[in-house]
């Protein structure tokens, strides 16, 4: 197996606890506990050289951004890792970042971009109230602009990029999540490919125990084709942790990622897995971690 840099950032995490706030959809995936919080984080990584993570916010209340800034800092000391926040917006109840700024500068601890959560939004999301001044508040700022959207929704992707040229925009789950590559979806990512401020995570892809044959193939299909169109350096590995647990241990899901993504050579592997993250979210250089990680 060809061996990688010397450290694996995730760019997609989560942490939470519905004991301090409500995370409403959760009592839809029985499978999951109620609470993943800094410790369950820090025993999931043992013995895995993370150096860096991605923490996204699960729901959109100011309760939860509060509790998820104070428990990433938590997570960082336990875990001897670097990670950092994207907080999520509710584009139906008009939430701009606005009323958390008080709250991050206090606490020193600025997100790195906001997320907007669209499954259940028309295909033609960015005429929903608020997305516009969000987008232009993101690209004034520097922050990152993600997206949880369904392939039908990616068609507007390539038109913020272009008016937007010093926004990030990063697709979580590559644009599709747990539904087929159609040649529909594929055509938009090759169409993104010309777009260079655009970035997606290899992420939640897998997510039934066991994983059938079937789910591996279209995790390779659809991994595949935007590696061979976007390249190393605009994918970046996301376990989508504690969601991933549905389907296997943190280390099956970095290994069936490795493998879904068919990355041969170490600077495939090392973009993957380090590299892109690092550039995208602007992190800090890696410290002595001496460890290795690989893909098959």
Not at 55 to 80: F, H, I, K, N, R
Not at 113 to 125: K, N, Q
Not at 172 to 201: F, I, M, S, Y
Not at 205 to 222: F, G, K, M, V, Y
Request: aromatic share 8%; with cysteine; net charge negative.
């Amino acid at each position: 197996m060809p061996e990688s840099s010397a450290g694996l950032v995730d760019a997609h995490i989560h942490l939470w606890d519905t004991g301090v706030f409500d995370l409403p959809w959760l009592a839809a995936v029985p499978q999951l506990a109620t609470r993943y919080t800094a410790a369950e984080l820090a025993q999931e990584w043992a013995g895995v050289p993370v150096r860096g993570a991605v923490a996204v916010q699960a729901g959109d209340s100011a309760a939860e951004a509060t509790w998820l800034l104070s428990s990433v800092a938590d997570a960082s000391t336990l875990a001897q890792a670097q990670i950092e926040v994207v907080l999520q917006y509710a584009p139906s109840r008009n939430r701009l970042p606005g009323p958390w700024e008080p709250l991050v500068f206090s606490e020193g601890r600025y997100p790195k971009g906001v997320r907007l959560p669209l499954y259940e939004h028309p295909a033609d999301w960015w005429a929903l109230r608020g997305v516009e001044e969000l987008v232009g508040y993101l690209e004034d700022h520097g922050l990152i602009l993600e997206l949880l959207l369904r392939p039908d929704q990616l068609r507007s992707v390539g038109e913020i990029a272009t008016k937007h040229p010093r926004l990030t925009i990063v697709l979580c789950h590559l644009g599709l999540g747990e539904g087929d590559p159609t040649q529909e979806w594929r055509a938009d990512v090759a169409r993104l490919a010309t777009r260079k401020n655009v970035a997606a995570k290899v992420s939640g892809l897998i997510t039934s125990r066991p994983p059938e044959p079937e789910d591996h193939r279209r995790a390779r299909r659809a991994a595949g084709w935007a590696l061979e169109r976007w390249g190393p350096e605009r994918l970046m590995f996301g376990s989508d942790w504690p969601v991933s647990t549905r389907a296997g241990r943190y280390t099956d899901v970095l290994e069936w990622t490795m493998r879904a993504v068919g990355a041969a050579s170490p600077g495939e592997i090392q973009s993957l897995s380090e590299s892109t993250a690092v550039s995208v979210y602007n992190l800090a250089a890696p410290g002595s971690h001496q460890q290795t990680i690989s893909g098959k």
